[in-house]
């Protein structure tokens, strides 16, 4: 087949797995939702009122034509972001695609749907609780991220990394363990969709079509067909590894 006829091929294919499995793997969370995944930072990072990991993923692409420096990200190589919310399976629960590598994540995530609907309080968040152990006023529930975002009541970040005292140390502690679960989604969504591990050779909004039929297929995966040897792996990694090799 023509090279054109192949990539029609690919791009509908990658369309169909996208609008067959959205909804099944990458639903609209729920309240229950989000209190299971808080359970899950509970129980696995000991980060209580944690609604989700977020960080942003350069995909690498080979430099669009007539595109400048927009692709060009402070890593040196041209790229598309991928932002996710990551549970403590390491799936996807909200995803942001197809930004300009060189935009911070932090501002991609104030402009995407994502940060919009987190602020309106739009995403079904449970109210305010109080922390295990705490009888002090109810404590929002958030997302996590790094030093790039913004604090705000929907998003806590670590503490600046100079002059800690030992609550804030072991703060920014359990912070780094709750938002590692983001950090493993994309090793482990990297290394099995290895089409990720060298630039993609395609036009940036098919770029994003192939983006997206992989997210689905990974949460697909890590719902019905993950081991107990992958986790192992990916948890005996150092925090901050992207170096996750996966069947």
């Keep these: 087949m023509g090279t054109s006829t192949i990539a029609g091929v690919v791009r509908a294919t990658c369309s169909a797995i996208w609008m067959r499995l959205k909804a099944l793997v990458l639903p609209h969370p729920t309240r229950q939702q989000w209190l299971d ?6 129980e696995r990072a000991q980060f209580p009122n944690c609604i989700g990991a977020l960080d942003g993923k350069h995909i690498r692409v080979k430099k669009p034509p007539n595109s400048g420096s927009q692709y060009y990200n402070y890593k040196q190589f041209f790229s598309v972001v991928l932002l996710a919310l ?3 399976n390491y799936r ?4 942001d695609i197809g930004s300009y590598g060189s935009t911070a994540d932090a501002r991609i995530f104030r402009a995407s749907r994502m940060g919009r609907w987190l602020q309106s309080n739009q995403l079904d968040v449970p109210q305010p609780a109080n922390l295990p152990g705490s009888t002090g006023p109810p404590a929002p529930y958030v997302v ?3 030093e790039g975002f913004a604090l705000s009541s929907q998003l806590m970040r670590p503490f600046p990394r100079r002059g800690l005292d030992a609550k804030r140390r072991s703060f920014n502690y359990r912070l780094s ?10 090793g482990i969504f990297t290394h099995k969709w290895r089409v990720f591990l060298s630039p993609i050779q395609l036009a940036p909004q098919n770029v994003n079509v ?3 039929a992989c997210v689905v297929l990974h949460n697909y995966v890590r719902t019905y067909e993950a081991t107990p040897d992958e ?3 990916v948890e005996s990694l150092p925090s901050g590894s992207d170096n996750i090799q996966l069947g």
């Design 231 to 233: 986790d192992a792996q």
């Design 37 to 42: 995944i808080a359970q899950g930072f509970l």
């Design 177 to 186: 363990r709750a938002r590692r679960f983001v950090e493993c989604a994309f």
């Design 144 to 146: 996590v991220g790094d």
């Design 210 to 212: 192939v983006i997206k």
């Design 86 to 88: 990551a549970d403590t």
């Design 92 to 95: 996807f629960i909200i995803v």
